[in-house]
């Protein structure tokens, strides 16, 4: 079976303004895709389930807007995931459904009356929004570091956005620090990342890892570490197999 890089590399025109990028087009390219299936496709679904990555503000329990967001996240999920079955091939399309099935899980907790998730919400939304501005600015470093992944040479897309995910999550702990001791705000937030960015990219990230020298910003993404230029991390058949594995599981 070939390796994960063999799906994650492609060759893209260079631009002087590079489109927006989210998550689940790392390792998206016109090659990866079936027949008659476009990018525009994916854009068309809507990405504001990206929370945080274009506003400063979310909605709490009581306010009108949160119902509308539930559903709003709930149908752009649900073409993303229709997108995926359909459009996307081998390793891109494992990954990119169990982020997507996680998604889909969190956003409908958080969203049921009762439910844990959706009290630790309620718990959290002052928080996270007196944090707004600090949360912006680390999931637009993730959305910036997966744009960055699509560029990465001599495939090392993955290593790219192993490295953006962990950077924003080690972003949104610092920006959630100054929340008062009885929220659980730094809990339910990267809990939320963990399930959908973290438990599928930790079986492929290899030495590319929260704190790791490999990951050490800004050098990380702005030049080649040496370990990155004579040890590229490729995943091997067992990584693949285990993505394929927990991809049938969720569905």
């Not at 438990?199 to 990155?228: I, W, Y």
């Amino acid at each position: 079976m070939p390796d994960l890089d063999t799906y994650t590399t492609c060759h893209t025109e260079t631009t002087t303004n590079r489109p927006k990028v989210t998550r689940l087009e790392v390792g998206v390219c016109q090659a990866q895709l079936r027949p008659g299936c476009k990018i525009a496709q994916l854009h068309a679904c809507g990405e504001d389930y990206l929370v945080y990555s274009n506003t400063t503000y979310l909605p709490e329990p009581q306010e009108e807007q949160f119902q509308a967001n539930c559903e709003l996240y709930s149908k752009q999920i649900a073409c993303t995931i229709e997108f995926s079955e359909s459009c996307l091939q081998n390793v891109p399309r494992a990954v990119a459904l169990v982020a997507m099935e996680a998604a889909g899980d969190d956003f409908e907790a958080a969203c049921t009356e009762g439910n844990e998730r959706y009290d630790m919400y309620k718990d959290s939304i002052k928080c996270m929004n007196s944090a707004g501005v600090g949360l912006n600015k680390c999931f637009g470093v993730l959305r910036d570091g997966l744009g960055e992944s699509i560029d990465a040479p001599g495939g090392r897309t993955i290593n790219y956005a192993c490295c953006a995910y962990y950077n924003s999550l080690e972003c949104t702990e610092r920006a959630l620090d100054d929340c008062d001791a009885n929220s659980p705000a730094k809990e339910y937030v990267t809990n939320v990342m963990e399930r959908i960015f973290g438990q599928v990219l930790s079986l492929v990230c290899g030495p590319f890892t929260r704190g790791s020298a490999d990951c050490h910003a800004p050098a990380k993404t702005s030049t080649h570490t040496r370990a990155e230029e004579d040890q590229p991390h490729r995943a091997s058949n067992r990584d693949i197999r285990l993505i394929s594995k927990q991809e049938e599981k969720e569905l």
